[in-house]
């Protein structure tokens, strides 16, 4: 009985000996790295440009509050100002992949642009890879998709990047040109829906939403949602639009594509289709594709000089 006492008075020392142990290693442990959302940012350049390339890390803002988008910028030769060119990235529906989404680049692309004098920004959206935040483009179930909403919510972070470079000073206030993969594509025609200002023309690679459903090839979730919803940005859309996909496009068919595109333009939306050659792989990847096999480039030269002979 005796011995009772000691043994617990034994182990209350004993836990507080460990507890001043465990707050000790506390303090004296390095604090962990915060990731990129853990970060207080402004937005604007951060950092010297690289020495190969002069690729620029930019934050600029997004349609969320308090998210800035990790962005890429590349400035063309010479002291400007310059066009702006912004180009969109892809989405999916899975949290866990766009959470390690890489920074979108699209070298070809950008190059190309960059030799023609536009300064380029590739912004990462909120809620994919180092932006993150909370993704707000999701069209829903694919039983009844909002790819309206979708569209929308996407346009409204590239016009919220949009009005902030056009803000620069060696950025021009007009002839900006938007490009779009995929969702950035689909966003891209959302965005051309209500015609802001400054804005010459968009360019849609290989866009829409809800491609490959369960990842099975030619497989669109509701592609009767999806036209319904491009005659909705045809029917206000007043800004001219180029529309490109590859005959071997797994996520939109060309008979799927070309239902999209002439709902657009039979709503009123301009809308110039052109279905190009397959390329290796998957055609929904044509925005990558560069040198002999970058089909688009040319027609993409001939649209832009349509476009400066009417004034755009």
Not at 55 to 66: Q, Y
């Amino acid at each position: 009985m005796l011995g009772a006492p000691l043994v617990r008075r034994s182990n209350q020392l004993g836990a507080a000996a460990c507890a001043l142990a465990m707050l000790w290693m506390a303090l004296a442990a390095p604090s962990p790295t915060p990731s990129f959302a853990d970060v207080a940012v402004q937005p604007g350049r951060a950092g010297e440009p690289e020495a190969k390339g002069g690729r620029e890390l930019w934050f600029v803002p997004s349609a969320v509050p308090n998210v800035f988008m990790r962005a890429y910028f590349y400035r063309p030769a010479g002291k400007g100002p310059f066009v702006l060119a912004v180009i969109n990235h892809g989405s999916v529906e899975d949290a866990a992949v766009r959470a390690k989404m890489a920074m979108p680049e699209y070298g070809a692309l950008t190059d190309w642009l960059l030799k023609r004098g536009y300064a380029v920004l590739v912004p990462e959206r909120p809620g994919h890879g180092a932006t993150g935040g909370p993704y707000v483009e999701s069209h829903g179930w694919c039983r009844a998709p909002d790819y309206r909403a979708a569209g929308l919510a996407t346009a409204r972070s590239m016009a919220a990047a949009i009005d902030y470079m056009r803000g620069q000073p060696f950025i021009r206030r007009g002839g900006v040109l938007v490009l779009g993969n995929s969702a950035g594509g689909w966003g891209a025609l959302a965005l051309a829906s209500q015609n802001p200002a400054g804005i010459a023309a968009v360019v849609n690679f290989s866009g829409g939403r809800g491609g490959r459903n369960l990842n099975r090839p030619n497989n669109n979730c509701a592609p009767d949602r999806l036209v319904a919803a491009s005659a909705a940005f045809g029917r206000t859309a007043r800004i001219p639009t180029l529309w490109l996909y590859a005959a071997n496009d797994t996520y939109f068919s060309p008979d799927l594509s070309r239902q999209i595109a002439g709902a657009f333009a039979t709503a009123g939306g301009k809308a110039d289709y052109e279905l190009l050659p397959p390329v290796r792989g998957d055609g929904h990847a044509l925005i990558e594709t560069s040198g002999a096999e970058a089909s688009w480039a040319p027609v993409l030269a001939r649209f832009l000089t349509r476009l400066r002979s009417t004034g755009g």
